[in-house]
């Protein structure tokens, strides 16, 4: 049990962070709980408004108002950084933990070249000098594949085609070698040719810097390439954690499984399944398990209390009140490019 402690970089926990609108209290995350591993890539996923972004912005302490970070601790480490202030955040960000934003034309600034915004973070995390700061972001730029660095490095965000800047942004992300790399949906808008090029590179820096990574996406495809283990959200809370060869053949939670039902198969003739209804109102959302008004198992249970998490064997967590009762045959997908 210590050897497994000791191989947890972050380590969050019950992590509740709520937003105060004018319409109500929008309860984003309410207890989250997960680990990653040193050196590993831990895949987040669930539909759009599951909690995957507002999970990584908690964890980086950069929740925009009116969120707020309401309870629970996030341990890198063994440093509990809600508790840290804003001074001692921007010492980390970027240095011991960085983030690649979803749309890399918003998280640049249009007005400041590319050596700009590469080197104030590299002076500001590493005191070297302007001359040293910019020999290393080229070195960077030629590292994520972007060809004439030494020129390119002059010009501005809009000079880029989309794919190029998602590479800036994955330079920017890695130019002070972080221990823990958020990566909020990398390959949204690029062609699948692009989409598979950035996860390529990104594998394969991953493995240079040997950091750990938590991928955020919706994608199931992507997460059986990339990912060691997995953990589903949904509406705000944690449905399975699990490796990703177990999750995949073993799913445990009804979410799961219709995650999985609606990824295509080359290899087998199959409706994809839909997922009925939508994700709730947080600010209303359901009692008991918050994916009971979807869930074809659902039992008068499920809608008055909340499942905790329980482990199924060594490493596979699930919150489900019946996961012991249910059957849920789903085929198992094979993970390539690994």
Known sequence: MKGLEEKKLLQVQDLRTYFFTEAGVVRALEGITFDVLRGETLGLVGESGSGKTVTALSVL?????????????????????????????RKLRGKRIAMIFQDPTSSLNPVF???RQLTEIIMLHQGVTKK???????????????PEAETRIKEYPHQFSGGMKQRVAVAR????????????????NLDVTIQAQVLDLMRELKKKFGMSMALIT???????????????????RVC?????RSLYKNPKHPYTDALLGAVPRLDMQKRLEVIPGNIPNLIEPPSGCRFHPRCK???????????????????????????REIDIDTPEVERGGR
């Open 61 to 89: 302490r950069i929740v925009p108002r009116p969120g707020k970070i309401v309870g629970g601790q996030v341990l890198l480490d063994g440093e509990n950084l809600v508790e840290k202030s804003e001074e001692e955040m």
């Open 113 to 115: 070249t590319i050596e």
């Open 132 to 146: 040293e700061a910019s020999d290393r972001a080229i070195e960077l730029l030629g590292m994520v594949g972007i």
């Open 173 to 188: 992300a890695l130019s002070c070698e972080p221990e823990l790399l958020f990566a909020d949906e990398p390959t949204t």
């Open 218 to 236: 919706h994608d199931m495809g992507i997460i059986a390439n990339m990912a060691d283990r997995v953990t589903v959200l949904y509406a705000g």
């Open 240 to 244: 399975e954690t699990a490796e990703t």
């Open 297 to 323: 198992y659902a039992v008068e249970e499920c809608g008055q209390k909340v499942p905790i998490l329980e482990e199924v064997e060594p490493g596979h967590v699930v919150a489900c009140h019946r996961w």
